[in-house]
């Protein structure tokens, strides 16, 4: 299959793949509106991390939401995984949709690969929500970093294997998907502040008040932003989103929702 051709070819429900920079990668396009593009976060599937908020996303754009290498219903690559390249088989994908700008919301690991986006395609970014990601190891407390070091499959959140395993009945591939965000993890080191300076799109930057950053970490990111703005909410790690490991209230959802879309129609 050319590299330069979207594939028609079906799921069970409107998934369609893509073949972009020599894998398979697995799209979903709902709704209508101005393009805003889902990146889910390590480990996850897009239902994994969107599937409480996307319907509502959905009412007011079109969301392209994406699996990223190795993750969910998408192929791996023989290369390790990284946020650029993430970034650029995203890019691929928007270009080979015809969509020539679209504003971008990724969740943790995909978050970092928004910011990528932003940072080596700033020319198809509208605005960027970036959730719960960092920029720094300090970030971080020691003991993510040592526990990430020594990390085994059964440390993976049995909510995220099971989703992985409804997708591909492959323990391999679950064991692939793993290895490959657990080494980024553990090679990740400190980005260039001036690259995420270098972002004029306009940018939301939230995240949670006992998430696995630190609040103080969120604000200096969101302050090397030219044109950003701030939200620290409650609760932990992807609890504002209700991703599939947490139990977010309801209302706190709605809530968060509204920040969004506040932050996406405004001018």
């Not at 969740?107 to 605005?127: C, D, L, W, Y």
């Amino acid at each position: 299959m050319s590299t330069n051709s979207v594939q028609a070819q079906q799921t069970g429900s409107n998934g369609k793949y893509a073949s972009v920079n020599g894998i398979n990668m697995y799209y979903e396009i709902h709704g209508s509106g101005q393009p805003l593009v889902l990146i889910h976060g390590g480990g996850s599937t897009i239902y994994t991390t969107f599937g409480k908020i996307l319907p509502e996303l959905a009412k007011h754009h079109q969301v392209i939401s994406v699996e990223l290498q190795a993750h969910g219903h998408t192929s791996d690559r023989n290369a390790p995984s990284s946020f650029e390249q993430d970034a650029d088989d995203v890019a691929s994908l928007l270009k080979q949709l015809n969509i020539a700008k679209a504003s971008f919301f990724g969740f943790s690991n995909g978050g970092n690969t928004a910011m990528q986006v932003a940072i080596r395609h700033p020319e198809i970014v509208n605005k960027l929500i970036i959730a719960s990601s960092l920029y720094r190891r300090d970030g971080m407390p020691q003991s993510f970093w040592d526990g990430m070091n020594h990390a085994t499959i059964d440390n993976m959140p049995k909510q995220l294997r099971d989703a992985y395993l409804k997708i591909n009945n492959d323990s391999a591939g679950l064991m692939t998907m793993f290895k490959r965000d657990a080494v980024r993890m553990q090679n990740f080191k400190d980005w260039n502040e001036a690259d995420i300076k270098s972002i004029k799109a306009p940018t939301l930057v939230i995240a949670a008040s006992n998430d696995v950053m630190t609040p103080e970490h969120t604000v200096a990111l969101y302050r090397l932003f030219a044109n950003g703005q701030l939200a620290i909410l409650p609760g932990g790690h992807g609890d504002y989103l209700g991703e599939i490991t947490t139990s977010a209230a309801p209302g706190e959802i709605t809530y968060v929702l509204s920040l969004f879309d506040q932050f996406l129609h405004s001018k």
